[in-house]
């Protein structure tokens, strides 16, 4: 009964790792790096606005505002991208989960204590 149980702990595990919880982990990793890079984005087009109405520096304000609007849109599609596959992730990862208890139940359970 013990080897069983240390079988199916065993098999979680592999589970969870071919599912990709690494990946999940990563992936929410790199959203958080993502979503500094839209702040400090964001904190830079304010600045832009801010600066004096200089009339021979407004096309390059014109410019840069546009280009780092663009790069933001860009950042984060991204990151709806990351947050997607995570989602995805995690659901699959759940449906594993509910079929293992459901088929070992109170023994998964009292493996994992």
Not at 12 to 36: F, H, Q, R, W, Y
Not at 85 to 110: H, I, P, T, W, Y
């Amino acid at each position: 009964m013990i080897q069983k149980i240390s079988n199916l702990h065993g098999k979680t595990a592999t589970v969870k790792k071919a599912v990709g919880v690494e990946d999940i982990l990563k992936l929410e990793n790199e959203i958080e790096a993502s979503e500094k890079t839209l702040q400090n984005l964001q904190e830079a087009s304010d600045d832009i606005m801010m600066l004096d109405d200089d009339t021979t520096l407004i096309s390059y304000h014109i410019e840069t505002q546009k280009m780092l609007e663009s790069a933001k849109e860009a950042l984060e599609e991204e990151v709806r991208g990351y947050k997607e596959r995570v989602s995805s992730m995690q659901q699959v990862l759940n449906g594993l989960e509910v079929q293992l208890c459901a088929k070992f139940g109170d023994k998964l359970e009292a493996d994992e204590s």
